[in-house]
Every structure is written in C-alpha cells, then in structure tokens.
C-alpha cells in the first residue's frame, strides 16, 4: 500500500495524471446543444482548418498556455494577436503567446494545421450555456468604439446570426475579416460567408446606415511568423495543398464556407 502511494505521488509530481486525461472532439461545425463539456480534456477542434498564410478569428472555451498552443498549431508557425487599439479608422492588433478562454483574437499561420488538438485544457463553465446562435454564445464582447464590437464565439453560426437576427432597418450589420486582410460588410454582401464555423470571431456593427458607415482597416503587429510565408509539416495538422488547387482538401473547406450570394436582409 505504501509502495502504490508512493507511485501514485511521483505520478502527480511528474504530471503523470494529466496525461490520462480524456480525448474529446469539439465539433465546430455543430451549432451547439448536442453534446456538453466539462472538466479537463485533450481537446481536438473537429472540423477547424486554419489555413497557411491566411488571418483567422479565434476563439476557445478553455485557456491556452504557449506551450500547449506551441504542441498544437506548431511552435513559431503562428501568431496570435488580441486587440490593441482603435483610432481614425484603423482597428490595431498586438500579438501575445496564450490564449484566454472567452476572448476574442486573430490568428495566422505559416503552415496548414487541421483539426489541432490542445492537450490537457480546461473548459469554462459557460462552454454549455450558448448554441444555435443564442446571444449566450457572444464571448469577449470588447467594445473597441462606440459603434464597434469585437465578438467571439464557440459554435458554428448562420450569417444573419452574427447581428443577432436583426433586421436590416435596426442599424446593425457585421464586419469578417477576410484572407486580404480587408473586412466582408455583411449587408452588402461583398464575399461574405453563409455560415461560419465555430471558434472564431468578427466586429459586430451598430448605429449602421448602408451606403455610409465607412468601414475600418485593421492593422497587425509585424512578426517573424507573418513575414516568414508559408512552410509544409508541424504542429498536429500538416499540409492539405494549396487553396487555389480545386482538388486539395483546403480549397473545398474554404469554399464551402465563403459563398458570395448572400440574401439581403429585410
């Protein structure tokens, strides 16, 4: 007995224990509300490809420590960048090294990574109270001007949920941020998404008037990982060919999920 706890002690001391921990998928194509989350897991996004040499929002539902970012996007393969500052219509972005659940970022890589898998994180007991587009899943929430919000979210989303189904006459519309790092306006339909999957995040817009509300630029902290360009392998993904190959795997993800006919809102 006293041997068994003896080994059961070195187990923790080493971090043994945190290495049984489960496997568990969080699908982002789900709108939610099908599957509950709890406790600490090793956690794969099912479905979530971020692709080389592109901007993407992001947004987890458990904290995320450089070192467990490193294992599973690859270690200086990708930048990840919180929300700076905001002045003469210009949204700056600074970059940082973890990941705090519930907020809102933006974040490129050099190399393809899919369904990355963080290991031995904790879900946040808010994981479970949003889905289906309910204003519950709206995470972060930073007010970056008066009529700006950058928000986060967990679960897949339909266009016209991303204003909280609002009509076109309440002043509200959406900002995506899209691969040539200018923003898709959602109520004019210039290359934004139908649907957009989960763990991600956008700029909800309010007091918005179509035709006048100037959209923003965004500006991002230079780093070696922008600068570096595209390289093959790493991190738990790995390369799925080049998004204009209409074969790679890359290219149908994106495609199918940035469509350009999007209906207009009444």
């Not at 002690?9 to 509300?33: H, K, M, N, Q, R």
């Not at 050099?110 to 898998?117: Q, Y």
Request: with cysteine; proline share 3%; net charge negative.
């Amino acid at each position: 007995m006293k041997s068994l706890r003896m080994y059961l002690l070195l187990l923790l001391l080493l971090g043994g224990i945190g290495a049984y921990a489960d496997d568990v998928e969080f699908d982002v194509t789900s709108a939610g509300g099908s599957t509950a989350f709890s406790g600490t897991a090793n956690v794969t996004l099912k479905g979530r490809t971020f692709i080389k040499g592109e901007w993407s929002g992001f947004c987890l539902p458990f904290d995320a420590s450089k070192e467990v970012l490193d294992k599973a996007l690859g270690e200086g393969c990708y930048s990840l960048q919180k929300f700076s500052s905001y002045a003469d219509d210009i949204i700056h972005f600074k970059k940082t090294t973890a990941a705090d659940a519930g907020t809102p970022y933006f974040i490129y890589v050099n190399k393809t990574v899919e369904n990355p898998k963080f290991d031995n994180v904790t879900f946040v007991s808010d994981v479970n109270l949003g889905y289906g587009g309910y204003s519950a899943d709206w995470r972060g929430k930073v007010a970056v001007s008066e009529n700006l919000t950058f928000r986060g979210f967990y679960y897949k989303k339909a266009f016209y949920e991303l204003v909280d189904a609002k009509s076109e006459n309440d002043g509200y519309s959406a900002y995506w941020l899209k691969t040539d790092e200018t923003f898709a306006d959602m109520r004019l339909g210039d290359d934004f998404p139908n649907e957009v999957l989960g763990i991600n995040s956008y700029f909800l817009v309010t007091g918005y008037k179509k035709g006048t509300t100037q959209k923003p630029t965004v500006v991002f902290e230079e780093d070696d990982v922008i600068n570096s360009g595209g390289t093959s392998g790493g991190g738990s993904g790995g390369e799925s060919g080049s998004t204009d190959d209409p074969t790679s795997l890359t290219y149908k993800i994106k495609n199918k999920l940035q469509l350009t006919d999007v209906p207009t809102l009444y």
